[in-house]
């Protein structure tokens, strides 16, 4: 199987990492010359170290089997999937699709990896429409595997079906989105906690790191392995029902209270920055971050194994 990577910056290195690691050939494409050859070296020493978790049985392997294409055309030569990386601006990804929809094989799937933008938005015109859909990854991609899975009102059922069935067989999560709606769903879950995050801390009711302790130390350890709802049918006796009878009259009173868009205004969110600490360099905080993921990944598929 022959994956075309379409840009390959930050998640396009990691889609690269992911169908490699699953024995997928995997051809790298970047419009900014010279990017996908620095990706391959980056994908290897990102294999290297996922070796190292145990998230990656044969890092050499895989790294070989991804190559630079010289240009968009040949990328494509041949592949049976696509998954675009480009920037979340909808006449680039319009722009873009149109080359996929054009030099791709007619049996491939072409997904994009847009965080919000939906795929009704730069699919409309095209004639390979029926086989185009989002397909959005958590960063980074290599160690959070859900992937949530959007078409449009006219991409093919089947092409949906495949995509979920590539996704699921590559070691990902996938998560099928029935209908199309902006920011698809983990990132509207998410933008619902960080709009009362950012009015909890704006109106003083508590300091950004504690509210971050809350959700790491708190909702974060059991949401690693149970959603939501799995939550909550285990915090009453009765199970969901019995949960909402007990506890949604303080829910309802918070849904008519949300807050507002206005917690994300420049002037407010300087309240936040104002508290929170300095914490070092951002890029290696960010590889202490993957370490900690890979870590929890790994921990993770033990615990489904046994």
């Not at 392997?61 to 601006?89: K, M, Y």
């Not at 709606?181 to 009015?199: K, P, S, T």
């Amino acid at each position: 199987m022959r994956v075309c990577i379409a840009g390959s910056g930050l998640i396009g290195r990691a889609w690269g990492m992911i169908f490699a690691r699953a024995g997928w050939e995997v051809r790298l494409w970047d419009p900014v010359e010279g990017v996908a050859d620095k990706a391959r070296a980056l994908c290897a020493e990102g294999l290297r170290n996922l070796a190292e978790h145990g998230l990656c049985q044969d890092p050499e392997g895989a790294a070989a089997r991804i190559q630079a294409a010289r240009d968009l055309a040949a990328a494509l030569d041949g592949v049976d999937f696509v998954q675009e990386n480009g920037p979340e601006v909808l006449e680039v990804k319009r722009a873009l699709f149109r080359e996929l929809d054009a030099l791709a094989p007619r049996g491939a799937i072409i997904a994009s990896s847009s965080s919000a933008i939906r795929c009704s938005l730069f699919t409309e015109d095209l004639p390979g429409r029926a086989r185009c859909l989002i397909g959005h990854p958590v960063n980074p991609p290599h160690l959070v595997p859900v992937v949530e899975i959007s078409g449009a009102e006219w991409t093919d059922p089947t092409v949906v079906a495949r995509a979920r069935e590539i996704y699921d067989s590559i070691g990902q999560v996938p998560v099928t989105v029935l209908k199309e709606i902006e920011g698809f769903v983990l990132n509207r879950l998410q933008g619902a906690l960080l709009a009362e995050a950012f009015r909890l801390v704006e109106e003083g009711y508590v300091t950004p790191e504690d509210l971050d302790r809350t959700v790491a130390d708190g909702l974060g350890l059991r949401w690693s392995f149970l959603g939501p709802f799995a939550t909550i049918e285990l915090n009453a006796p009765g199970g969901i029902p019995d949960y909402c009878a007990r506890y949604t009259g303080f829910y309802r009173r918070l849904a008519a209270d949300p807050a507002g868009p206005e917690v994300f205004d420049e002037a407010k969110t300087g309240e936040i920055m104002r508290q929170w600490p300095r914490r070092g360099d951002l890029p290696e905080r960010m590889q202490w971050r993957d370490a900690r993921l890979a870590a929890l990944r790994a921990h993770k598929q033990e615990q489904e194994t046994r």
